[in-house]
Each structure stands twice: as structure tokens, then as C-alpha cells.
């Protein structure tokens, strides 16, 4: 027989008979939150704040190095603080308060020990591995800075600041909204590769300002800022400030203004530089307050105010929520949802509402898939100039990912104490889940629609454009009007053409005039003058044409779907330029796919597809009638493959980013990341087939108001089905080439 290990006593056996005493110099505050209160426990040698409820807070106070832990326990319930049953969470928790830093206990444990030596190493990996993302780098302690420049910075969170502040900001977005299209336009150019230099100075001056609105709004409520540095996302320098000591504030209102204060003094500077951009006419300083109201916005929107990342927006909302530690809460609920559905575990219902609960639960899955997917995109954004790198992180991380998920779950399932009851069922969701699911995703096909961008036009259109240069008089065209060939679209007006032609008549009644006078006594001289006159007819008939000209028509019948605004009257009008868009037939949709799209949608000749208008409403139904290349890829010398150079029509520039589309396009060249391909669908003029009449008349104005010449919109295509596992590749070989292309 084998030597009977001796078993290692429990944690309150080990514990019961040990003298432990609380940190003298731990903050602790009292707060309320959703009505209950709480106690947040700040360390100042980490800097870390930590939440306790009243329970837990009345054990910790509790704690006396005078008495052993076993000798508290008994008093605690004695005093009906805690029951017998309790005695083994009263351990752990005392334990936990060991692992904070808390207490120091006389522990020697090897296994013990050596667990958190191996968690330590696995954590300092992952740092390692996600550290050429995220990087945090600490400079200095600005708190001494601070309190000495404090009353400089003072008065900008007065009442009075933030009223001034208010009118500038209401002030700002009226020049926004009546310059809306100027400031528009600008962006075509904004990522330039000429321009990356000043974006990425402006958005390091940008970030300092918005870490010291932070610090500075610390200091105002008087919360110690002990460190100050430099944040390294995806390789560009981000200020960071640490304000965790904001949480020993007992007024949520003076949180929430250190929260929001960066983004309070980002705007001020934004709401400035759109002044200064609407007023100046200097083409270096319009760029620089172009970049500031730029970045202030986007990074404002997308990360600053964004509460599924653990910005400004994070802390404010768990604020407003009064939720602390946000995050983690939303994750136990998701966690608890999935072991009471799924695994039908038996879960006391959390003490919350079921809003409250719901609230959670949406929150912890937009986090979790928030966050991949921002990795997997920072991963993407390095792979673009160093693919290696990037492919290295992304590999390792959703590695990662999936090693440690299905680990946990494994361990969870197959011997964790909660799943004992529903083993079976437990192993079963584990296998289905771990197996069955990756096996369905391979093998099982599954349909898949295909989505392009599209404009709407017609069969026939016709570019009418100036034959001659002159002064726009009157403007006859109306914007949706029929019109018949010949029809008057517009006049224009040249002095010089009619002075010429005034100048060409006086010279053929001249000439005129001169060959009667010789036709009875000088017939030589009548033939010759005759011969003038002959040349005059033609010069004043040449003229008269260019007059005529001036007399812009119809050249063919249709609708008006294009045409010179009456506000043009007066201006000059150049030789070529389009005067208007005269179309006929059935209306068309030209979509342009990629060749990743083609192979997935294979589209033919008399296939179906939909186009539903970029503003909404149905769904137009149409056949494809056309497959052609739109921007192939062009050979370059010496080449034995096509070089990712290819260039879109001008006529389809509103599908780019250009004029407003999703298609990135060269702002220099005008050039297309990769092949295009153009189909032409005709839509379906009996779409309305089958309706009652007065369906049928009332569905006529919003079709010609969803169909206009030029909307754009989204065709559908129906794509092959194919397993999930297969379309996943495919998008992943298709980004890989378009990487290795760059």
C-alpha cells in the first residue's frame, strides 16, 4: 500500500490562530451608491481604490493585532455581524485583504506560492505580447507642479468658464452647421500623406492639453495627482494622467467634472480653431485649425467619450450609473446569464433590478467584442506597414484568447464545484461548444448576401455642356422637368460674339454696296467684290451659328436631372463646362464589387439583386444586365503582376470617400487600392405590380424621390453558400494580399 498523503488543512484552520492588524495609512471614504453604501479603500503606495461593502468594511475595522483572527471571528458573531456558517468566507476575505497589500500574514505555502509565481509570469507575458499596442510609460510626479500652477488654471472651472464655454460651443456649432459644406471638404485631403506629419504633432498637443484639463480639474476639487506620462497606442504618443484619486470625492457631480474636464477643455480649443478656420485666409493656419477641429471630434466621439473603452466616457457612465468598478460587474452578469441558460446552473438571482441587470448584460457583450475587435484593427493598422508584426499580434492574440477560453471553460466545466449538480449537461454545452460549434462552422454551408456600393442612373444620359464661352443670362431648365429635343435649357450671353457679328455684317453690306456700284461701268471689279461678298455671307453666318450657340438646347428628349442653378446668373461659363443631365429610360443602378465580392457573388447576366437608397426606405428590385471592369489593375514596367494602381470613372467619384462614398481613393491620384469591377442593374419598372391603384399612386412619388439621378445606396447580391470557415479565409487571404500589395 501506498504511504496516506497528509491532508493540508483548510484555509480557517491555518488562519484561525494569527494576529494581523490593518495599514495605518490606508484613505478610506464612505459613499452611497444606487441608495447603498459603500467604502472605497485607497491605497497610496499603489495608487489603486478598492470597493467595499458594509459588510465586508465592518470585518476589516474589525481587524486588531491585539486579538487573533479566530478570537474576531467569535466576537463578529457574537455580535450577530456574521454567522458560524460564514466562518470560511471570513477567512477568504481576510486572505483577499493579505493579497491587496492590506494586512501581512505569517504564511508559508509552497503550492500557494508558486500558483501566484506562475500567474504573475503568464500576466507579464500577455503585457509583453499586447505591449507593442498598448504601452504605458510613467514620466513624473506633476502633482507638486500642479498645486504651484493651480491658480493660473483656477478660473477656467468657475461658473463663469463654463457659461462662456457653453456660448462658445452653441456659437461654434451654428458656423458648423452654416458652413457645413466648406467644412467638408477639406477632409478629402485631411489624411494626405503630406498631412500625417502636422495630424499626428496636433493630436500629441492635443492629448497633453486634455491630461492636464484632468490634472488641473484634480487639483481644483483638491485629489492628489501622483503620476504622469506617456501612453503608446499602436505607436502613437498619448498623454495619460493618473486620476484614480477622484474616487475618494464624495460628490458624484465633482467625479463626473473630472471626468469630463478633458474633454471640456478639447472642445474649447475645437470650438476656437473652427473660429479660426472660418475667418482666417492663411492656407497654413486654416490646415492647422482644419487638423484641431478634426481630431478634437473624432477622437472625442470614437475613444474619449466612448464608455466601451476604459476612457472618460467608462468612468462617467459608471458614475452616472452608480456602478463601481463598471466593467467587471457588467462581466459577472454575463458570466451568471451563461451558467444559469446554458448550463443551467442554480445561481442566486443577483441583488439588482432586472433593468439594471439587462443594462449590464448588453454592456459586458458590446465590451468584450468592442475590445477585439479595436485589437484586431490596431493589429491590422500595424500589419499595413509591418506585416509581420502585425500578423504576430493578431495570431497571438486570438491564440490567446482561445487557449485561456478554453482552458477556463474546461476546468470550469469538467470540475468546477458550481457545475457538479449539471455535470452531464455541463460536459455536453462544453463538447457542443468547443467541438460542435467549430465542426458546423467548417463543414455546414451558410448563404451568404453580398452588399456593394451603388449610384443610381438611367439607360441614356446625356452631358449637355457650353459649345461657347459667355455670361450665363437665364436659366429655363427645371431641375425634374420632360423635355423635348430643341427644347431651351439655357442663354447664354457674349458681347464679343455679337460685336463680331456686328462687325462682320458692316463689312458685308460694304461689300455689298461696292460690287452693285461697279456692276454697270466695272464687271472685273463687281466679280471680285462679289467674291468678298461671298466670303462675308459665310463669316456672318459663321458668326450667327455662334450666336446661336449661345442658345444652349435639348439635343435629345428625356428628363432633366441635372442643370445650372438660377443663382449662377452672371457668371461666366467656361468652354466644356456642363450645363445639364438630360436622361431617358429605365432607371440603372452601377455598383462596383471587388474581386473578393465577384468570387463570393459570381454575379451574371440576368441574376437578381436589390438596391435600397443610402436614406432609407424599401428595397428596389432589379436584374443585372452588364459585368465589366471598372478599375483594373495596371502592369507596371518590368512587372509580372498587375500593380495595385487602378482608377475608378469620374463619373462614379461619389461611390469614394472623395465625394462622401466608403471606396478609399489616392486624394493626389485619385488612384483605388485594389480591382473593381462594375455592374449595371436595371431596375424593375414593375415593382409595383399586383398593388391596388391607389397603392399604386401613392408608392409613384416616393420611388422618383428614392430613385433621383445620382442617389447612392447598397445593392444586395445573393452569394454562394459556403461554411463559415471557408468565407472567414477568404476575407483574411483577400486582406493579406491587399497588405502585401502596399
Not at 494569527?18 to 479603500?41: E, K, M, N, Q
Not at 474619449?304 to 466593467?327: H, Q, T
Not at 445639364?580 to 429605365?586: E, L, Q
Request: charged fraction near 20%.
Amino acid at each position: 500500500m501506498s504511504e496516506a498523503v497528509p491532508q493540508q488543512p483548510d484555509l480557517a484552520a491555518r488562519l484561525r490562530h494569527v494576529r494581523v492588524g490593518v495599514r495605518a495609512d490606508l484613505d478610506t471614504t464612505r459613499h452611497v451608491f444606487r441608495g447603498r453604501p459603500s467604502y472605497i479603500l485607497r491605497d497610496p503606495l499603489t495608487f489603486q481604490s478598492h470597493r467595499l461593502d458594509p459588510a465586508d468594511y465592518e470585518i476589516l475595522v474589525s481587524l486588531d493585532a491585539s486579538r487573533s483572527l479566530g478570537e474576531i471571528f467569535a466576537d463578529l458573531v457574537q455580535r450577530g455581524k456574521l454567522t458560524r456558517a460564514e466562518e470560511q468566507r471570513y477567512f477568504e476575505f481576510v486572505f483577499l485583504l493579505h493579497r491587496l497589500g492590506f494586512l501581512r500574514l505569517p504564511l508559508s505555502d509552497d503550492k500557494l506560492l508558486y500558483r501566484r509565481y506562475r500567474a504573475r509570469q503568464q500576466a507579464r507575458r500577455r503585457a509583453k505580447l499586447l505591449s507593442l499596442l498598448f504601452l504605458q510609460i510613467p514620466l513624473w510626479n506633476p502633482d507638486a507642479f500642479l498645486e504651484r500652477t493651480i491658480r493660473y488654471a483656477r478660473p477656467l472651472y468657475s461658473r463663469t468658464a463654463f457659461g462662456l464655454w457653453a456660448v462658445m460651443t452653441v456659437a461654434a456649432v451654428l458656423v458648423a452647421a452654416g458652413r457645413w459644406h466648406d467644412l467638408q471638404q477639406p477632409l478629402n485631403g485631411l489624411l494626405a500623406a503630406r498631412n500625417l506629419p502636422l495630424i499626428w504633432l496636433t493630436l500629441i498637443v492635443l492629448k497633453v492639453l486634455h491630461e492636464f484639463g484632468h490634472a488641473y480639474a484634480c487639483k481644483y476639487f483638491g485629489v492628489h495627482v501622483p503620476e504622469m506620462g506617456v501612453y503608446l497606442i499602436a505607436f502613437t504618443p498619448c498623454a495619460y494622467v493618473d486620476a484614480t484619486g477622484s474616487w475618494g470625492l464624495t460628490r458624484r457631480s465633482q467625479r463626473i467634472v473630472i471626468g469630463l474636464a478633458g474633454m471640456y477643455v478639447e472642445s474649447a480649443i475645437a470650438a476656437l480653431a473652427l473660429f479660426v478656420w472660418s475667418a482666417t485666409s492663411s492656407p497654413l493656419l486654416s490646415a492647422l485649425a482644419y487638423n484641431v477641429i478634426f481630431l478634437a471630434g473624432v477622437t472625442t466621439v470614437l475613444f474619449n467619450i466612448n464608455p466601451l473603452m476604459r476612457f472618460d466616457g467608462y468612468y462617467v457612465l459608471s458614475d452616472l450609473l452608480e456602478i463601481p468598478n463598471l466593467r467587471a460587474r457588467a462581466n459577472r452578469v454575463v458570466l451568471d446569464a451563461a451558467k444559469r441558460h446554458l448550463l443551467g446552473v442554480n445561481l442566486p438571482p443577483p441583488p439588482m433590478t432586472r433593468g439594471l441587470r439587462g443594462t449590464l448584460f448588453v454592456f459586458g457583450v458590446c465590451a468584450a467584442v468592442y475590445r477585439t475587435l479595436v485589437i484586431l484593427g490596431i493589429a491590422a493598422l500595424v500589419a499595413s506597414k509591418l506585416f509581420l508584426v502585425g500578423l504576430m499580434i493578431a495570431v497571438g492574440y486570438v491564440a490567446r484568447l482561445a487557449y485561456d477560453l478554453g482552458r477556463r471553460l474546461t476546468m470550469y466545466l469538467w470540475h468546477g464545484e458550481e457545475t457538479a449538480p449539471v455535470r452531464a449537461r455541463a460536459i455536453a454545452v462544453g463538447v457542443l461548444f468547443l467541438v460542435g460549434v467549430p465542426l458546423a462552422a467548417a463543414i455546414i454551408p451558410v448563404p451568404a448576401n453580398v452588399y456593394a456600393a451603388a449610384l443610381v442612373g438611367a439607360e441614356r444620359e446625356t452631358v449637355v455642356r457650353a459649345e461657347l464661352p459667355g455670361f450665363l443670362q437665364s436659366v429655363i431648365a427645371e431641375r425634374g422637368a420632360p423635355v423635348a429635343p430643341g427644347a431651351l435649357l439655357v442663354e447664354l450671353d457674349d458681347d464679343a460674339a455679337r460685336e463680331a457679328l456686328a462687325e462682320a455684317q458692316s463689312r458685308l453690306d460694304a461689300a455689298r454696296i461696292r460690287r452693285d456700284a461697279y456692276r454697270v461701268d466695272r464687271p472685273a471689279l463687281a466679280q471680285q467684290e462679289q467674291q468678298r461678298v461671298s466670303a462675308c455671307e459665310q463669316e456672318v453666318a459663321r458668326r450667327t451659328d455662334q450666336l446661336a450657340a449661345l442658345r444652349v438646347c435639348a439635343p435629345v428628349a428625356g428628363r432633366v436631372v441635372a442643370c445650372r442653378p438660377r443663382t449662377d446668373a452672371g457668371r461666366y461659363v467656361e468652354v466644356g463646362s456642363e450645363i445639364a443631365t438630360i436622361v431617358a429610360g429605365r432607371w440603372q443602378v452601377r455598383a462596383l464589387l471587388t474581386e473578393e465580392q465577384m468570387s463570393a457573388a459570381s454575379p451574371q447576366a440576368g441574376d437578381a439583386a436589390e438596391f435600397r437608397p443610402a436614406g432609407g426606405g424599401r428595397a428596389w428590385p432589379g436584374v443585372v444586365t452588364r459585368v465589366r471592369p471598372a478599375a483594373l489593375a495596371a502592369m507596371m514596367p518590368g512587372s509580372v503582376s498587375p500593380a495595385a494602381v487602378p482608377s475608378l470613372p469620374p463619373d462614379l467619384a461619389a461611390l469614394t470617400h472623395l465625394g462622401g462614398g466608403d471606396i478609399v481613393v489616392d486624394p493626389d491620384s485619385g488612384q483605388t487600392r485594389q480591382p473593381y469591377f462594375e455592374l449595371t442593374i436595371t431596375l424593375d419598372e414593375c415593382a409595383t405590380a399586383g398593388m391596388p391603384a391607389g397603392l399604386v399612386a401613392e408608392a409613384a412619388p416616393v420611388r422618383a424621390a428614392a430613385l433621383r439621378h445620382g442617389v447612392t445606396g447598397r445593392v444586395k447580391l445573393r452569394g454562394r453558400a459556403e461554411p463559415l470557415a471557408l468565407q472567414l479565409y477568404r476575407r483574411f487571404a483577400s486582406f493579406n494580399d491587399r497588405l502585401r500589395q502596399d
